[in-house]
């Protein structure tokens, strides 16, 4: 078989990272893949499990569902999407004002990264697993995230920035979490994805004047690969009662509602040119993707967040607030510096707590899981 030339062609995630590999230097971009290295509360990381727990899941009480939806993502429909078009219009980087520019490029490495962590968690379960309705699984949604990020790349490239995808896969450092957790923060990082993705397209649809980068086109078909994806989390979960329904596990699920939603708002809180480019207010946005999230998570979550709660906006602004300020102590270094970190983290604590402990909304979940997008 011929390696396709372009990652949007690919069938699998190894021959799509092979063909983007392939497309430069390996030496090029070095400052991307290091800003794509980093490990903080905020960056995206990768991911590694328990492999042989996941392998021994059994979807038999969701057989009817989990066949149609990896029937549906077998046809494929988003083969080839991912490329450069007509509809890519030229990108004026040079015009492009430096703080706008940076916070961009920014935005895309960390995007590219986020989509890459998918890629190489998939990738490996589907490599170490045995069992077929999950090999098969992982085997796909490792080949989607693998043109998304190859896709995020051709747009760096062109900026003269790259992320080095088979280093990353390498030298990046791995963290640790039990199944469980993988299926709780994995599920809700894909609706979101999905909620912001489409948030954004919707948004650029009634304002195309404000589409200052031409990859914003492509969000709609994007999002529904994150939805598909979401969706076999959602059937994954539904497959085992206990992960929704005992008491210890819905206090894992409300914390990890309240750590993703609160750390999305303080890293797009962080990128105010960006969204001031597209026409979009930060704060709106926030909370429309989280309302959009909770809405889809009560396909598998018993409780939502309540995110009209006078305690929740103000504290994930101290949050935001409590962010700057390490960022600013770290970069002062020194005894202050350390202090005053020190002092920040103590804020971001408080303040989390206090959006953990507003009282959830508690839903009943439906029989069947299964959803189709439909913002
Ligand atoms: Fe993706
Ligand atoms: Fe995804």
Same mark, same amino acid.
């Given at each position: 078989?011929?390696?396709?030339?372009?990652?949007?062609?690919?069938?699998?995630?190894?021959?799509?990272?092979?063909?983007?590999?392939?497309?430069?230097?390996?030496?090029?971009?070095?400052?991307?893949?290091?800003?794509?290295?980093?490990?903080?509360? $905020? %960056?995206?990381?990768?991911?590694? =499990?328990? &492999?042989?727990?996941?392998?021994?899941?059994?979807? /038999?009480?969701?057989? !009817?569902?989990?066949?149609?939806?990896?029937?549906?993502?077998?046809?494929?429909?988003?083969?080839?999407?991912?490329?450069?078009?007509?509809?890519?219009?030229?990108?004026?980087?040079?015009?492009?004002?430096?703080?706008?520019?940076?916070?961009?490029?920014?935005?895309?490495?960390?995007?590219?990264?986020?989509?890459?962590?998918?890629?190489?968690?998939?990738?490996?379960?589907?490599?170490?697993?045995?069992?077929?309705?999950?090999?098969?699984?992982?085997?796909?949604?490792?080949?989607?995230?693998?043109?998304?990020?190859?896709?995020?790349?051709?747009?760096?490239?062109?900026?003269?920035?790259?992320?080095?995808?088979?280093? $990353? %896969?390498?030298?990046?450092?791995? =963290?640790? &979490?039990?199944?469980?957790?993988?299926?709780?923060? /994995?599920?809700?990082? !894909?609706?979101?994805?999905?909620?912001?993705?489409?948030?954004?397209?919707?948004?650029?649809?009634?304002?195309?004047?404000?589409?200052?980068?031409?990859?914003?086109?492509?969000?709609?078909?994007?999002?529904?690969?994150?939805?598909?994806?979401?969706?076999?989390?959602?059937?994954?979960?539904?497959?085992?009662?206990?992960?929704?329904?005992?008491?210890?596990?819905?206090?894992?699920?409300?914390?990890?509602?309240?750590?993703?939603?609160?750390?999305?708002?303080?890293?797009?809180?962080?990128?105010?040119?960006?969204?001031?480019?597209?026409?979009?207010?930060?704060?709106?946005?926030?909370?429309?993707?989280?309302?959009?999230?909770?809405?889809?998570?009560?396909?598998?979550?018993?409780?939502?967040?309540?995110?009209?709660?006078?305690?929740?906006?103000?504290?994930?602004?101290?949050?935001?607030?409590?962010?700057?300020?390490?960022?600013?102590?770290?970069?002062?270094?020194?005894?202050?510096?350390?202090?005053?970190?020190?002092?920040?983290?103590?804020?971001?604590?408080?303040?989390?707590?206090?959006?953990?402990?507003?009282?959830?909304?508690?839903?009943?979940?439906?029989?069947?899981?299964?959803?189709?997008?439909?913002?």
């Amino acid at each position: 078989m011929n390696a396709p030339t372009h990652s949007a062609f690919a069938n699998t995630a190894e021959e799509a990272i092979a063909a983007q590999d392939a497309l430069d230097d390996p030496m090029t971009s070095e400052k991307a893949t290091e800003v794509a290295m980093q490990n903080t509360l $905020l %960056t995206p990381r990768f991911y590694t =499990t328990d &492999f042989a727990e996941m392998d021994a899941i059994d979807v /038999t009480p969701v057989r !009817e569902d989990w066949d149609r939806l990896i029937a549906q993502m077998k046809s494929d429909p988003n083969k080839g999407h991912f490329k450069k078009n007509e509809d890519w219009d030229n990108v004026d980087w040079e015009g492009m004002e430096p703080a706008l520019k940076a916070e961009f490029i920014d935005f895309l490495i960390s995007s590219c990264t986020a989509e890459f962590s998918g890629c190489v968690l998939y990738k490996e379960m589907k490599r170490r697993g045995s069992n077929e309705d999950i090999t098969t699984l992982f085997q796909l949604m490792a080949r989607d995230e693998a043109r998304h990020a190859g896709f995020i790349n051709d747009a760096l490239r062109e900026a003269g920035v790259r992320v080095n995808l088979g280093f $990353l %896969t390498q030298q990046k450092k791995y =963290t640790y &979490f039990r199944p469980k957790f993988i299926y709780y923060a /994995t599920y809700l990082s !894909e609706k979101i994805g999905y909620a912001r993705y489409i948030t954004i397209y919707r948004h650029l649809e009634e304002n195309p004047e404000l589409r200052f980068h031409p990859i914003f086109k492509w969000f709609r078909e994007w999002c529904n690969d994150e939805f598909s994806h979401g969706e076999a989390f959602a059937l994954l979960m539904k497959s085992d009662p206990k992960l929704t329904e005992s008491f210890g596990n819905k206090l894992w699920i409300k914390f990890f509602l309240t750590a993703v939603y609160s750390t999305m708002w303080v890293r797009d809180h962080q990128r105010p040119l960006f969204h001031e480019a597209l026409g979009v207010d930060v704060t709106w946005y926030g909370q429309e993707v989280f309302r959009k999230t909770s809405e889809i998570s009560k396909q598998i979550f018993p409780m939502t967040l309540d995110i009209d709660h006078p305690r929740w906006r103000k504290n994930l602004d101290r949050m935001e607030a409590a962010s700057r300020q390490i960022a600013a102590a770290k970069a002062r270094g020194g005894l202050g510096g350390m202090m005053s970190r020190l002092g920040g983290m103590a804020k971001a604590a408080t303040a989390f707590v206090l959006v953990f402990t507003i009282p959830a909304k508690a839903h009943s979940v439906p029989t069947s899981t299964r959803m189709e997008p439909t913002y």
